[in-house]
């Protein structure tokens, strides 16, 4: 056989779609390198609970593997869990949802954020979104060859979203708003008048609103109000949750969406031809997760709450100013005073006192000024890293 | 179970400030429940959960089923409180079922929880049988896994 000389092209960076190239590599990967290289450091910087999945829902899954639970399942997911999903959704939100049809599983909600942005943006259109936020959406948006117009929130609304900021920013080409309360990175959550103000919008504008309430169990001073609650938003809403955070199911990647039938469908085509269907053990540990969620949540809630108290004392002890936030399990504190940016913060917190905290512009440039610190960490962990982060800052 | 009472459950040497701070109260409010509980009898004491395997000298733990015969006034109560005198019982709990009191016993050798069934817990009056089970290894305390290597690939960083 002939042997071929290599022909590689040139450059192979110029090959790479330019709104593929062009999207900057996340900050957290980059903090995440730093941080990798020292291995005794208490660490703030997950974005995930520090609780192992409930016993009885794992035991669901071994069992289920035992008995080689191993096929596809239909596009949409497994029917018993679109019906225990839509059951779920119906309590938590007022809202009924056709199983067959208007529920669609997911591999996590990164997935279905990802569908819903394709399924409904055409090139050129306009998504609005509010920054500081979850890395994915303004790249997602970038992908599907749209405009991420963003919405900056601040500390002094309580990183709450208001109608006055999202007026100054529609125009004739927005399509969509993306919304995500309880916020990661601020934990700001929203009260049932913002949200119907920003639903009168929404309606106004003729948008159809993606809400990612993946931390809406984890709301520690007022129950959570969906938008898709607020009567006339259920035709324009494409409601996004799923397991990885209320249930401590990160690594099990499981989400759903849930929307009128048209717009399931249009995701259901790009889910089937790109992930065909979401891992059948992990549709059938959500099952289980669907049997007792109150209890299985209960415990974890108390705890997160119990801990956000603490951390947040301890800021507010030190003198740093920090709002209390509603919901999730994230502080923002902000240390825009001792003359650094958020990264060299963050990297001489490290460097100085072994305390991992992801700078605020990991979640966007208006993060700047700020540090995520996740309290899903061990009580005695938050002690010592705030006492650390006195000393640190005692020096600065 | 009240939330306190599970916190210190779960670390009764947490201090009064960081439960007051977790559970929004003073720490005057949580000293005080605090005495309450313990005036009360609820909370009977503070203790470390150790794993014994891990100790020099381990010592040897047995559980002893026991059977009794009942008396006419306070049924198993007297006898059942005497047993749990002994010091090498460290817990005895009253059961339904096949025997009737069931003894977790400590000694320093086999030879010394034997000795304490044979000449002292079966001469009792009132015993009537018993069966020991010797504990070869403990998975799990007091709530607390004893083995479990907490190793996890959980990346410390993540969005």
Known sequence: MLKMKPNAPKSLHSRIAPHVRD?????????????????????????????????????????????????????YG???????????????????YNPENEVLITVGVSEAMDLAVRALVSPGDEVIYHEPSYVSYGPLVTFAHGKPVVVETKKEDEFRLTRKALEKKVSKRTRLLLLNFPTNPTGAVLRRED??????????????VITDEIYSELSYDAEHFSIVSVPGMRERTIYLHGFSKAWA?????????????ELTEAMMKIHQYTMLCAPILSQVASIEALKKPEEDI?????????????????????????????GAFYMFPYIGNFGLTSKEFAERLIEEESVAAVPGTGFGPCGEGFLRCCYATALDEIEEAMTRFARFIGRL | MD?????????????SETLAKMLGGTVEEVQQRIDEYERGGIIQGYQAVINEDKLDGAPVTAAIEVKLTAEHAGGFNRIAERVSRFPEVRSAFLMSGGYDLLLFVHGDTLHEVASFV????????????????????????NDVLMHVEDETERPKVSP
């Open chain 2, 118 to 141: 044979s000449e002292k817990l079966s001469t009792l009056d009132g015993v009537v049988g018993t069966a020991t089970h010797f504990m070869l290894k403990t998975y799990k305390k």
């Open chain 1, 78 to 96: 497994m029917l018993s869990l679109r019906r225990e999903i839509a059951k779920y959704v119906a309590r938590r939100t007022g809202v009924d």
């Open chain 1, 298 to 326: 209960a415990e974890m809630h108390a705890s997160y709450e119990q801990r956000r108290n603490v951390m947040h004392s301890a800021f507010v002890e030190m003198g740093v100013e920090c709002f209390r936030p509603g």
């Open chain 2, 3 to 15: 939330e306190l009472l599970k916190l210190l459950k779960n670390n009764a040497k947490e201090s």
């Open chain 1, 23 to 75: 999207i900057p590599p996340s900050g957290i990967r980059e903090f995440f390198d730093i941080v990798s290289t020292r291995d005794d450091i208490i660490s703030l910087g997950v974005g995930e609970p520090d609780f192992a999945t409930p016993w009885h829902i794992r035991e669901a899954a071994i069992t289920a593997l035992e008995q080689g639970v191993t096929s596809y399942t239909s596009n």
């Open chain 1, 249 to 261: 199911m990160t690594g099990f990647r499981m989400g759903f969406a849930c929307a009128p039938p």
């Open chain 1, 195 to 208: 949200v119907e103000d920003i639903a009168a919008f929404v309606i106004e504008h003729d948008l159809i």
